[in-house]
């Protein structure tokens, strides 16, 4: 046991561990701060790695990339940390296929997809369904929604299976369920899926590369950054790599954070890895019923992403965005791709194996999965697609202490039942909710929707027995 005594100790050096230190140190530079991390680099689910370009070596995000205008809190970190953004390339045709690897590839322009008037017909009334449900979530307490136990009782499934006519619609949906969560609709709570959704501004805003969108811009040198250039500001001597952590214990005085070589005293700590993870501590005390049940029951998505550098970007020269969307009953093992060209104009395009493809293709060898890759990409863009410089992925259920991308999901019942104690305290401990570091279509903002639930609120309204002035400053 290490003799020195923390303020508090983050586990998880992350976008949530590393804001949530950066933020404890603005209101109070003399607090003691020790962040671990189970691996050998900081970022999460968020990681900029250099791969072959045109121009000799250039830097792509294989984690979580986008941002969007109305992710408030994830702006203002860019702008303070020096950081820029750019926009989300979507400048022409976009490629659409479902049905089946017969059916016809269609192109279109818009934000729909060019769809039958009687598919198009389903799509608005549906959405206009979900929407006005939407309206009605309480995002900060999902139990306080009208009708939640019936809402929470069903899968996003279910309720696709009541409310859409056509089996074009379901499989639309199916698609944006794996790009968003890299889930099948049967995996979640329509609850949670509604929470979610609200959150975003709507159903579309999470799908979208649109002003206010989620994939609205990405940030110039990779997201990466953000983690990094947190990690100046709160030191980097207060970061230990590859401190994994294995037990938390607590008592009236202290709480205790074990790794694999050493315990570290300290008055307070904040578990800010995904709940599948922090389910694998051993705390003493043993946590609450209600949170051991949570945290053990939130699986986490399935992604596999790939980048694929080019030469030139032959999509823009034919009229092409570089967005196409697949179904699973097409035989393309991605269900998304976009254009990744970067600052520096090397050309790239980014894809997307989620849900049921990745489980499917996570298992084939990478020559098998990169040559049915080419293959879809050929179809839909034309042979110049197979004439490339490098092809890069990431399984991210591969990764250590990651398990999966891009966000844990609730089942049926949990966020009536058990959700409060997601942000209950359980005495010196408590839990960050994730941010969503989305690697593919989604929400990415360390500090949540609502700062009056986030870990540092309580620390600063916590008057622990040892917690005082004379021993590094309140928190506040």
């Not at 005594?5 to 976008?15: C, E, P, Q, S, T």
């Not at 953004?85 to 192109?107: D, E, I, L, N, W």
């Not at 009687?118 to 939407?134: E, G, P, Y």
């Not at 992403?305 to 009953?329: C, L, N």
């Amino acid at each position: 046991m290490t003799a020195e005594i923390w303020d508090v100790i983050i586990v998880g050096a992350g976008l949530s561990g590393l804001s949530a230190a950066h933020l404890l140190k603005k209101r109070n530079a003399k607090l003691r701060i020790l962040i671990l991390e189970g691996k050998d680099r900081v970022g999460g689910r968020t990681v900029s790695t250099e791969i072959p370009a045109a121009n000799g070596v250039d830097q792509w995000d294989f984690g979580g990339q986008w941002v969007g205008s109305t992710q408030t809190h994830v702006m203002e970190l860019i702008k303070e940390l020096g950081l820029e953004v750019f926009p989300q390339f979507s400048t022409g045709k976009k490629v659409h296929h479902m049905g089946g690897p017969a059916s016809k590839v269609r192109t279109y322009r818009t934000s729909i997809p060019a769809l039958s008037p009687v598919v198009l017909m389903d799509l608005t009334q549906l959405l206009w369904k979900i929407n006005r449900l939407c309206a009605t979530v309480c995002v900060q307490d999902p139990s306080k929604t009208p009708n939640a136990g019936e809402l929470d009782s069903m899968t996003l499934h279910t309720y696709i299976e009541q409310h859409a006519w056509t089996a074009e619609l379901k499989e639309e949906l199916g698609l944006c369920s794996r790009s968003v969560f890299g889930m099948e609709p049967s995996q979640m709570s329509f609850l949670f899926f509604l929470m979610y959704a609200a959150a975003a501004g709507g159903v579309l805003q999470l799908l979208e590369t649109t002003t206010g969108s989620a994939q609205e811009f990405k940030i110039k040198g990779g997201t990466q950054q953000l983690s990094e250039r947190l990690a100046d500001r709160v030191g980097w001597k207060n970061v230990r790599l590859g401190s994994a952590v294995t037990a938390i214990w607590q008592d009236a005085e202290w709480a205790g954070v074990t790794t694999a070589t050493d315990t570290f005293l300290c008055r307070a700590v904040i578990v800010t890895c995904p709940p599948h993870l922090a389910a694998k501590i051993h705390y003493q005390p043993v946590l609450p019923s209600q949170r051991e049940f949570l945290t053990q029951n939130m699986p986490v998505g399935h992604m596999i992403k790939f980048i694929i550098t080019y030469q030139k970007a032959f999509w823009k020269e034919k009229d092409f965005s570089g967005e196409i969307v697949a179904g699973t009953t097409t035989g393309c093992p991605f269900c998304v791709t976009f254009d990744a060209t970067s600052p520096k104009g090397n050309a790239a395009l980014v894809g997307f194996i989620a849900g049921q493809q990745a489980s499917y293709w996570g298992s084939k060898e990478t020559s098998e999965r990169r040559e049915a890759v080419f293959s879809s990409l050929v179809k839909y863009l034309g042979p110049e697609a197979a004439t490339f410089i490098h092809y890069e992925e990431k399984d991210w259920a591969k990764e250590d202490y990651a398990g999966g991308c891009p966000v844990n999901v609730m089942a049926p019942g949990l966020l009536t039942y058990y959700h409060p104690s997601l942000r209950k305290p359980c005495g010196r401990c408590t839990k960050l909710n994730k941010c969503k570091p989305e690697m593919g279509r989604g929400i990415q903002d360390p500090l949540g929707r609502h700062r009056d639930s986030h870990p540092v609120v309580w620390i600063h309204e916590w008057r622990g027995p040892s917690w005082s002035a004379s021993s590094s400053g309140s928190a506040g």
